[in-house]
C-alpha cells in the first residue's frame, strides 16, 4: 500500500503495508572510497577487473608492490651479499619487476647510508636483454631501436648503477658470431613442429642468460614470470606429458641451474601488473616476432577466455598445481652467510618448502632441463656403449623426443651436431653417470660394506 504522505523522507518510497503504516525500505548508496584506507577516491581502470574500483592508486601499488616484497624475504630471493640479474624482454611484467628491484635496491642504499657500521652491504643488480634476431629475421630491423631504448631505461634507474648486458641468443653456440648464427639457423630448420621450435627458443633462451649469468658472477637470475604465464604453462606441460616435472618449474624458487632462478612475480596476475604499468606510467617495448600457431598460443588464449568468465581462474589453476609435490631444488641452497639478516632466515625456515624425498632427482633432460620420471631414467640404462646418436634420444625426456628431436632416428646425429654444447655435455654425462652406474652394479658382490671393513 502506497503512502499518502506527500512531504515523507523516510525514503520509504511511497510503499505502506496493509494496515497503512508505514515501511521503511532502506537505499544502501556504495561510498566511494578506497577499501583498503577509507579516504581516498578508488581508482576505476574499465577492464573487468574483480578489483576494479575497490583500491585506491596508493593502496592499489602497495598492494601488488607487498606481494613482490613478500615473496622475496619468505624465500631469501635476494640478500645484501646478491648480485643479482634481471631478466628484461621490455614487456609489461619485466618491466615491473625492473622497477621493484630498482626500488629494492633504493632502500637497501638509504639504510646502508643511514646506518652506522654499515655491516649490511647492498645488493648488486644487473640487466640482461636476449637480442632474438638470429632467430627471427624480422625483428632485426626493430631490434636496434628495442636495444637503445631498453639501453636508456636502465641509465634512467640510477643511482645505483646498473649494468646492461645484451646477450645474442645464438652465444650460446660459441664466440664465432657467424658460425653461431648459422648453426641456430639450421637448428631450427631441422624441427619440424611448430610447437617444438618455440620451445626449442625458451630453452636456448634461458642458456643464453644462464652462460651470461655465471661468467659475470651472478648468483641469482630474477625471472618476470607472472601467475598468468604459470597458469598457461601448468595447461601446456600437462598437454605434451610434462606432469611429473611441472612442480618444478612453478615454485618461487628453481635451483637445478647453475645459476638459481627466482619468481617475485608469481602471484601476481597479468592485469594487475598491466594496471600498475599504466598507473605508473612505465613504458614498454613490443617486438613484432611471428605469429604463433603451437599449443602454447592457443592454450594462452583459452587461459585468457577462462581469466574473461571468471576472474580467478588463473589463481586458481596456479594454487591446485601447487599442491603437487615440490623438487629438493625448488629453494635457495641454505647458507651461513652473516650478511642475511637473522630476520630473513627465519622467515626461509618457515616458509621454504618441505618435501619428503620422493622428489630427488640427479638426471634431467639435455634440451629443456627438466627432471626425468622413471621411464624415462630407465632408457639411460641403454646409454652405455650405444651411438652418440641413440645416446642423445635416451637422455632427452619424452615431450623433447616427440616435438623437437627429428622423426627419423638416422637425422638424430646431424641435429646433435647442431645442438650447444652445454646440452652435449649433458647426454655426455648421463653416459658417464650411467657407466659407473653400469660398473658398479656389475661388481657390487665384490665390494666391502661399512660393517665388513670394520672386522
Known amino acids: 500500500m502506497a503512502c499518502n504522505s506527500s512531504g515523507c523522507e523516510s525514503g520509504c518510497n511511497g510503499r505502506g503495508n496493509e494496515n497503512g503504516s508505514r515501511v521503511e525500505e532502506v537505499i544502501v548508496v556504495k561510498e566511494s572510497v578506497c577499501v583498503k584506507c577509507k579516504c581516498n577516491e578508488p581508482m576505476i581502470f574499465g577492464d573487468g577487473g574483480s578489483d576494479d574500483g575497490r583500491f585506491c592508486s596508493e593502496c592499489f601499488r602497495s598492494n601488488i608492490y607487498g606481494k613482490f616484497r613478500l615473496a622475496v624475504t619468505s624465500h631469501a630471493m635476494i640478500t645484501p651479499s646478491d648480485n643479482v640479474l634481471v631478466a628484461f624482454s621490455g614487456g609489461s611484467s619485466s618491466r615491473v619487476l625492473l622497477q621493484f628491484v630498482h626500488e629494492l635496491q633504493v632502500k637497501a642504499l638509504k639504510n646502508y647510508e643511514a646506518s652506522r657500521d654499515r655491516s649490511l652491504p647492498v645488493f648488486g643488480v644487473g640487466v ?15 631490434m636496434g631501436g628495442a636495444i637503445a631504448w631498453v639501453r636508456s631505461t636502465v641509465l634512467s634507474m640510477s643511482p645505483p648503477e646498473k649494468d646492461l648486458r645484451v646477450v645474442p641468443i645464438e652465444s650460446v653456440f660459441g664466440s664465432d658470431s657467424v658460425e653461431a648464427r648459422d648453426r641456430l639457423v639450421k637448428l631450427m630448420d631441422s624441427v619440424s613442429d611448430e610447437t617444438g621450435k618455440e620451445d626449442l627458443l625458451l630453452h636456448l633462451k634461458m642458456l643464453a642468460l644462464q652462460k651470461v649469468a655465471s661468467e659475470n658472477g651472478y648468483n641469482r637470475l630474477v625471472v618476470g614470470s607472472c601467475t598468468s604465464r604459470l597458469a598457461s604453462h601448468v595447461l601446456t606441460a600437462t598437454v605434451k606429458g610434462r606432469g611429473y616435472s611441472l612442480s618444478a618449474d612453478i615454485q618461487h624458487v628453481d635451483a637445478r641451474w647453475k645459476v638459481p632462478i627466482v619468481l617475485p612475480l608469481r602471484d601476481c596476475v597479468w592485469q594487475e601488473i598491466t594496471r600498475l604499468r599504466h598507473l605508473d606510467g612505465l613504458k ?172
Do not use: W
Open 128 to 142: 640482461a636483454f636476449v637480442d632474438e634476431s638470429a632467430a627471427y629475421p624480422a625483428l632485426s630491423s626493430e
Open 284 to 455: 614498454t617495448v613490443e617486438l613484432a616476432r611471428r605469429s604463433q600457431s603451437g599449443i602454447n598460443e592457443l592454450v594462452s588464449s583459452f587461459v585468457a577466455l577462462l581469466q574473461d568468465e571468471n576472474p580467478s581462474r588463473e589463481c586458481t589453476i596456479v594454487r591446485t598445481a601447487a599442491k603437487l609435490t615440490p623438487f629438493h631444488f625448488n629453494k635457495i641452497p641454505e647458507t651461513d652467510d652473516s650478511c642475511v639478516p637473522m630476520a630473513t632466515q627465519r622467515r626461509l625456515k618457515k616458509f621454504n618448502l618441505k618435501y619428503d624425498g620422493s622428489m630427488t632427482t640427479e638426471s634431467f633432460c639435455p634440451i629443456c632441463n627438466g627432471p626425468l620420471n622413471e621411464s624415462d631414467s630407465s632408457d639411460l640404462n641403454t646409454i652405455d656403449g650405444c651411438h652418440e646418436s641413440d645416446a642423445l634420444y635416451a637422455a632427452c625426456c619424452s615431450s623433447c623426443r616427440f616435438q623437437i628431436l627429428p622423426l627419423d632416428r638416422s637425422s638424430l646425429e646431424h641435429f646433435g651436431s647442431l645442438l650447444p654444447h652445454h646440452m652435449i655435455s649433458q647426454v655426455k654425462h648421463h653416459q658417464m653417470v650411467d657407466s659407473q652406474t653400469y660398473l658398479r652394479e656389475k661388481i657390487k658382490d665384490c665390494l666391502l660394506v661399512d660393517d665388513e671393513e670394520s672386522v
